[in-house]
């Protein structure tokens, strides 16, 4: 790809971006969100047309009109949302467009299945091709996509933050895939947010910031500090804030708490001024434990205190968010596009709608136009003005008005799950700051994340959870990922 | 794994699968098997409490009363397989037989009545595809349209349907009446269409899209998505006015009214046999399954001497309850 441009509007998404792809190497594309990449990608897969610039595949110009344009020329793409059919099944999604008839004209699903378990076998996958995908877990739907792409024989994988929703052990999986389509000669666009990924599976980086190029690098001649320092045009000597040392009275007290009804019981404390952790391997309860406390999962038995009082277990779905809210906690769920945001309203309506939940159903509307822009520029967010629709913002500054709705309602503790996934560098120390700062004004913060360097660097101590217990309480100073992982691991 | 938890495991797969079969939350075919179960009860509890039900004459009869319900309502799953509706259908019956009370030649005004019904289902597909008009919306402006037109033709019932549609619906062939043979081809053809053709896997997946929220989703597949919506309304439309025809040659005049109600009888119908209406989610079988268990409540109802009023309301509620009370577990996330 060369030169490729790109405007939606007035603004510029893309400005004389190249690109080049070799056989048999894995390219990072790299940069904060809102740089350009998924756009550039988006192009590449037809669903986007460049306004400049051309694209050659072996020297040959390329046009791609449309999206499934791209397969035919070699291009196959799995994209952040993806876009298999779940109502069909693998076979038929892998299919889909192209299916071979037979000589009734019926469809011919003998070709069609045999073709897809070759497919799935080149991936080492033994997946019934019958299978409807609404069955397949995340992973497996992502592994069948690239499936698909292998079926037709495509030149070139983009993989579009790929990792984003999967568990440690479907990462190693899909590296493990990565790795297999390089040594077949493959072209691979791996977009990540996640360093660790990128050193591990990538041969070159590709920087791209305000949709420019930064610059192509090997990343054998990269560290992880020059990356980010690439990406964001400085050294990041504090992408974590100072911790603090005081913490006042107990804010969660859970004793004696069983997730499952053969679980270890565990006990835990929050105290305010602290952030705390629950870390550990994907799926091992940590989710469990706070979606106990807001009603969305029913544990087997325990004693859950928050500000000295006792929470009835299991808790009402109806009424566990608002019950929260009403004792000053906020919740802010894992998924802000489908569980959090109102994507299609307003920025102001998606943080006063907190403020608003506080009073009667029928009582007038106030504006609350102070709190909305003191959240606004308390958080720093960037956006065309309060009725900005929350969809037009990019993922960091969805994020911050999801954190600002709590903010705003004057919570003084703070359950978070995931609280930058999909976010760049930039926002992410924002964040970070932003929920020091609530800590140090007196606010306690119960975080989950799958980034364990992000728990150990932003909070004061963690708990170790697996197998719906918590094996393992470490100060985060102290906690390295090795130990985390160790602590998960020999218990 | 020792081999008694194989057991225990295989067990248990076993009764979910058992589960899924009823349930249909992991086929693309909906839950079927359970209304089929409850037509059969049906049918035994009304041989066991009435002595003319069962007997070939009275069920054949049935069969042969069934067929326009289950052609409508066959028509009906094309746009209910979209997440959408059609709400014209009763409509576009009542304006099949008044064109067929014309008084004109069979081989013309046969052609023109599925000729017209193509236009309707067009218009219909476009007003929803291009112009993005709720589908309830346009078929329900579509079937005051209709109305109108029906009632400008003919206020009241009357005319005489050509001799050819009179003696291809009352006549028999070896002791089984012809409708019984005709329903049988066009559910055949149907199947085809549906389940045995490229088109058909088409509108699951389009379906499918809509009802994950993904519109555009078939869309990238390379599918021509809107294509495929317009010919879903004409399918729905045209497989309307055969119903009309049949209606057409029972009644053998044009009639203003005989088509009312038969929207939501279809819906209802569909609804029982396992589809969703969100889309992406329904059988053929199901849907003949759910007309034939609407027929065999309104014979039972019949021969219970159940008032036709307090009927419309039955039916009206059993659409509720069935739409309420269906596993409509989201596909997809």
């Known amino acids: 790809m060369s030169n490729i441009s790109k405007a939606f509007g007035g603004s510029v998404a893309l400005d004389s971006v190249s690109l080049e792809l070799k056989p048999g190497t894995v390219h990072a594309l790299m940069g904060e969100n809102g740089a350009g990449k998924s756009t550039l990608m988006k192009i590449l897969a037809g669903v986007h047309q460049p306004d400049s610039g051309e694209i050659r595949k072996n020297g040959e110009k390329l046009v791609i009109p449309r999206p499934k344009d791209a397969l035919d020329l070699g291009i196959s793409t799995v994209f952040q949302e993806l876009s298999l059919l779940s109502n069909l099944s693998i076979a038929e999604n892998m299919f889909l467009g192209r299916e071979p008839i037979t000589l009734f004209g019926t469809i011919d699903y003998a070709v069609m299945e045999q073709q897809t378990i070759e497919a799935l076998q080149e991936l080492g996958l033994t997946l019934d091709p019958s299978t409807l995908v609404s069955q397949l877990s995340i992973a497996e739907r992502q592994f069948v996509e690239i499936a698909h792409g292998i079926k037709a024989d495509a030149a070139v994988f983009i993989l579009d933050e790929p990792t984003a929703a999967l568990n440690a052990a479907d990462v190693a999986v899909l590296n493990k895939h990565i790795a297999r389509l390089r040594d077949a000669g493959k072209a691979i666009v791996y977009i990540s947010h996640r360093m660790d990924e990128i050193f591990e599976n990538c041969d070159t980086v590709t920087v791209l910031k305000d949709g420019q190029l930064v610059g192509t690098r090997p990343l054998?001649?990269?560290?992880?500090?020059?990356?980010?320092?690439?990406?964001?045009?400085?050294?990041?000597?504090?992408?974590?804030?100072?911790?603090?040392?005081?913490?006042?009275?107990?804010?969660?007290?859970?004793?004696?708490?069983?997730?499952?009804?053969?679980?270890?019981?565990?006990?835990?404390?929050?105290?305010?001024?602290?952030?705390?952790?629950?870390?550990?391997?994907?799926?091992?309860?940590?989710?469990?434990?706070?979606?106990?406390?807001?009603g969305q999962f029913v544990p087997a038995g325990g004693v859950a205190l928050i500000k000295g009082q006792s929470l009835k277990l299991p808790v009402a779905p109806s009424a566990g968010v608002r019950q929260l809210q009403a004792l000053g906690v906020g919740y802010v769920p894992e998924d802000r596009k489908e569980e959090g945001l109102f994507l299609g309203l307003s920025i102001s309506h998606n943080i006063t709608i907190g403020l608003h939940s506080a009073h009667s159903a029928l009582s007038f509307a106030k504006d609350y136009l102070k709190n909305i822009t003191d959240t606004m520029a308390s958080m720093n967010v960037k956006a065309a003005g309060i009725t900005a629709p929350v969809h037009s913002l990019s993922g960091g500054n969805q994020q911050k008005i999801l954190l600002g709705r709590y903010l705003a309602a004057d919570v003084d503790v703070l359950f978070i799950e995931e609280p930058t996934r999909g976010v760049d560098i930039g926002a992410k120390s924002e964040i970070y700051k932003l929920l020091r700062s609530f800590a140090e004004g007196g606010g306690a913060v119960l975080v989950l994340s799958r980034e364990t360097i992000e728990l150990i660097g932003l909070c004061d101590r963690i708990y170790v959870v697996h197998d719906n217990t918590i094996v393992s309480e470490m100060r985060a100073e102290e906690a390295t990922e090795h130990k985390i992982l160790d602590a998960a691991l020999s218990a | 794994m020792n081999s008694g938890q194989k057991i225990a495991d295989s067990d248990k797969t076993v009764r979910s699968k058992v589960r899924n079969m009823f349930t249909g939350q992991q086929s693309r075919q909906g839950m079927w098997l359970l209304p089929l179960l409850g037509f059969i009860v049906l049918a035994v509890v009304l041989s066991v409490q009435t002595q003319q039900f069962f007997s070939a004459e009275n069920l054949f009869n049935l069969v042969a009363q069934a067929m326009p319900l289950i052609i409508a309502a066959i028509g009906q799953m094309f746009v209910i397989l979209l997440g959408g509706l059609d709400l014209s259908v009763g409509s576009v019956i009542s304006f099949t037989t008044a064109i067929l009370a014309l008084e004109g030649p069979g081989f013309i005004l046969i052609p023109a009545v599925f000729l017209l019904a193509g236009l309707i289902g067009f218009t219909n597909g476009i007003v929803v595809t291009r112009f993005n008009v709720h589908p309830i919306i346009a078929t329900l402006s579509m079937q005051y349209i209709l109305l109108g037109i029906t009632r400008m033709?003919?206020?009241?019932?009357?005319?005489?349907?050509?001799?050819?549609?009179?003696?291809?619906?009352?006549?028999?062939?070896?002791?089984?009446?012809?409708?019984?043979?005709?329903?049988?081809?066009?559910?055949?053809?149907?199947?085809?269409?549906?389940?045995?053709?490229?088109?058909?896997?088409?509108?699951?997946?389009?379906?499918?899209?809509?009802?994950?929220?993904?519109?555009?989703?078939?869309?990238?597949?390379?599918?021509?998505?809107?294509?495929?919506?317009?010919?879903?309304?004409?399918?729905?439309?045209?497989?309307?006015?055969?119903?009309?025809?049949?209606?057409?040659?029972?009644?053998?005049?044009?009639?203003?009214?005989?088509?009312?109600?038969?929207?939501?009888?279809?819906?209802?119908?569909?609804?029982?046999?396992?589809?969703?209406?969100?889309?992406?989610?329904?059988?053929?079988?199901?849907?003949?399954?759910?007309?034939?268990?609407?027929?065999?409540?309104?014979?039972?109802?019949?021969?219970?001497?159940?008032?036709?009023?307090?009927?419309?309301?039955?039916?009206?509620?059993?659409?509720?309850?069935?739409?309420?009370?269906?596993?409509?577990?989201?596909?997809?996330?």
């Open chain 2, 153 to 333: 033709l003919r206020p009241v019932s009357g005319g005489t349907v050509p001799d050819i549609v009179i003696s291809a619906v009352a006549g028999s062939f070896l002791g089984v009446p012809l409708p019984v043979f005709w329903g049988l081809f066009v559910i055949l053809v149907a199947w085809k269409i549906l389940h045995g053709s490229r088109y058909g896997l088409h509108l699951f997946a389009i379906g499918g899209g809509i009802a994950a929220g993904t519109t555009d989703a078939a869309h990238n597949f390379g599918i021509a998505d809107k294509r495929n919506i317009i010919l879903a309304y004409m399918a729905c439309s045209c497989f309307a006015a055969l119903a009309g025809v049949f209606l057409a040659g029972r009644i053998v005049s044009g009639d203003p009214n005989v088509g009312l109600g038969f929207e939501i009888d279809a819906i209802t119908a569909v609804a029982i046999g396992g589809a969703q209406l969100s889309g992406g989610v329904g059988s053929l079988h199901g849907t003949v399954i759910g007309a034939m268990v609407m027929a065999l409540l309104a014979n039972g109802m019949n021969l219970a001497n159940i008032s036709p009023f307090i009927q419309t309301a039955i039916k009206g509620a059993i659409l509720v309850f069935v739409v309420a009370f269906q596993s409509r577990k989201r596909m997809g996330l």
């Open chain 1, 220 to 294: 054998a001649d990269m560290t992880p500090d020059s990356l980010i320092a690439m990406m964001v045009g400085r050294e990041l000597a504090h992408l974590f804030p100072e911790r603090s040392t005081e913490v006042g009275e107990a804010v969660l007290d859970v004793k004696d708490f069983k997730l499952e009804a053969g679980s270890q019981p565990f006990s835990l404390k929050l105290c305010r001024g602290e952030i705390l952790a629950l870390a550990g391997l994907e799926g091992q309860g940590q989710q469990k434990f706070l979606r106990s406390l807001i």
